[in-house]
């Protein structure tokens, strides 16, 4: 049920597809869209709150944040290729395998890309890297269950 979308697609189409919000979406732009594969990228907000608190003297992303991008990215993906009804959304349901390789500084852009390596509704497994530059920052196995909003 692949949708034809118009690349790259910003984040307020993206806004269409996923619940989250400021401060808490951090995908920019989509460049890539395959059936099971999404490319995005975020960059990273140099006067982001975390940054004040994370390793002050040398500030990086938060591996929790870095983790949260690749997961937004496979609820993404989710969402523009198979399509959610509107009482339903992707949510974390496991994180597996996560290893960082670098950090991530204030001011760059994280391009993630994440395959769907099997579906078993209401769950997904997803493998996803994050790279800086083509550099691997980070790479993660992870799931996630399709869910229903509270009435």
Known sequence: ???TH???LDQTYVKDYLPHR????FIDRV???GEDTITIESDVDPKAAYFKGHFPGMPIMPGVLIVETVAQAGALLVSLTRGLSDDK????SNVDAVKFRRPVEPGEMLTID??????RL???KFTGTAKVD???AASLKFAAAEMSYKK
Do not use: N, R, S
């Open 1 to 3: 049920m692949l949708e």
């Open 114 to 119: 994440v395959e769907i390596e099997k579906i």
């Open 6 to 8: 118009t690349l790259p």
């Open 89 to 92: 959304f992707i949510a974390f």
């Open 31 to 33: 460049t890539a869209l």
């Open 122 to 124: 209401p769950f997904y």
């Open 134 to 136: 083509g550099k691997v």
């Open 22 to 25: 400021d401060p808490m979406l």
